[in-house]
């Protein structure tokens, strides 16, 4: 896959709802941009608000990794990613790397909402 996308957007299970209603909230700034998503978080995300967003593999399937490579590569420079504290993954490895990819890329990251809105902002004025 060789595209690029402005902002990815991620939620485990737990963070889904939050994600969902953090994008809700914000539709009118995200519709210009181009978004992609691992595949159930997309796929919720265009359910609940018809936003068009690309949608990769699920993340336990290689989602996170494929955004991985997006980074790695330069397709991908603002990352929201809505974590579980609260829950084990069977793929934290992938979430592990993921996060490290981002940091040593320097891509703008967001864990939760309040982080989220800043990179929104910084989206925003570029
Ligand atoms: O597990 C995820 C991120 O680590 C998210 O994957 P889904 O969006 O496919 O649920």
């Given amino acids: 896959m060789d595209n690029r996308a402005d902002l990815a957007l991620v939620a485990h299970d737990g963070k889904k709802d939050d994600l969902i209603a953090w994008v809700e909230n914000r539709i009118d700034r995200l519709r210009p941009l181009s978004l992609i998503a691992t595949g159930t978080t997309?796929?919720?995300i265009h359910a609940a608000t018809g936003l068009?967003?690309?949608?990769?593999?699920?993340?336990?399937?290689?989602?996170?990794?494929?955004?991985?490579?997006?980074?790695?590569?330069?397709?991908?420079?603002?990352?929201?990613?809505?974590?579980?504290?609260?829950?084990?993954?069977?793929?934290?490895?992938?979430?592990?790397?993921?996060?490290?990819?981002?940091?040593?890329?320097d891509v703008r990251l967001a864990v939760n909402s309040k982080s989220a809105d800043a990179v929104l902002a910084a989206l925003a004025a570029e």
């Fill in 42 to 44: 997309g796929a919720r």
């Fill in 52 to 105: 068009e967003v690309g949608r990769l593999l699920s993340g336990p399937l290689g989602g996170d990794a494929q955004l991985g490579a997006m980074i790695s590569e330069g397709r991908l420079k603002n990352l929201i990613f809505f974590i579980d504290p609260l829950s084990a993954l069977p793929h934290d490895v992938d979430v592990k790397s993921l996060l490290r990819l981002a940091i040593l890329y």
